[in-house]
T-cell receptor
Framework: DAGVIQSPRHEVTEMGQEVTLRCKPISGHNSLFWYRQTMMRGLELLIYFNNNVPIDDSGMPEDRFSAKMPNASFSTLKIQPSEPRDSAVYFC???????????FGPGTRLTVT | GENVEQHPSTLSVQEGDSAVIKCTYSDSASNYFPWYKQELGKRPQLIIDIRSNVGEKKDQRIAVTLNKTAKHFSLHITETQPEDSAVYFCAASKGSGNTGKLIFGQGTTLQVKP
């Protein structure tokens, strides 16, 4: 198995631009998680899905952030418009079931200038 | 709300010594406790986990202990090696139904000096 796949690995964009991050979970996994990691705030859970349905989006910082999971093998995290304070590493993780071990993707390093 | 506190934030040991990282959690319903290791510039990787029906679990040089009464769990690394240097995160989860999200501690930066 290729593991969790994320794209792009690096993204540099200007303030005000739309950014879309992509994730493909491990095949057969039913739960998908989006995290953001910064030095200041550590590892934060933004939103998670179970069977493609959003369960908890309380970690989404504001309305500029949105996430979708149109099918079991694909999810997107969109930031529109982006701001410099959104600069971080964004990880996607998946697990077979909720409450079981999560496997992280390689992350997307986002820089907003 | 749910909270996981992790200590210490940094830990420096000499190669061959043991390292211990401790976490406490607030939600008594938590029943799944994984530990992740994150090397610089890489993804967090699961290294060991424990469920609430077990008090201790070992895997070669690493072990985790759980005290449900006190609501704390610890990671023990014996015979540390330079490649153990990384950031370690503990986490807690209720582990079932629609409440399976992980609550992470703040991380411990472990430095193993050769």
């Amino acid at each position: 198995d290729a593991g969790v796949i994320q794209s792009p690995r690096h993204e540099v964009t200007e303030m005000g631009q739309e950014v879309t991050l992509r994730c493909k979970p491990i095949s057969g996994h039913n739960s998908l998680f989006w995290y953001r990691q910064t030095m200041m705030r550590g590892l934060e859970l933004l939103i998670y899905f179970n069977n493609n349905v959003p369960i908890d989006d309380s970690g989404m910082p504001e309305d500029r952030f949105s996430a979708k999971m149109p099918n079991a093998s694909f999810s997107t995290l969109k930031i529109q418009p982006s701001e410099p304070r959104d600069s971080a590493v964004y990880f996607c993780a998946s697990s077979y079931l909720l409450g079981q071990e999560q496997y992280f993707g390689p992350g997307t390093r986002l820089t907003v200038t | 709300g749910e909270n996981v506190e992790q200590h210490p934030s940094t830990l420096s040991v000499q190669e061959g010594d043991s390292a211990v990282i401790k976490c406490t959690y607030s939600d008594s319903a938590s029943n799944y406790f994984p530990w992740y290791k994150q090397e610089l510039g890489k993804r967090p990787q699961l290294i060991i986990d424990i469920r609430s029906n077990v008090g201790e679990k070992k895997d070669q040089r690493i072990a985790v202990t759980l005290n449900k009464t006190a609501k704390h769990f610890s990671l023990h690394i014996t015979e540390t090696q330079p490649e153990d240097s990384a950031v370690y995160f503990c986490a807690a989860s209720k582990g079932s139904g629609n409440t399976g999200k992980l609550i992470f501690g703040q991380g411990t930066t472990l430095q193993v000096k050769p």
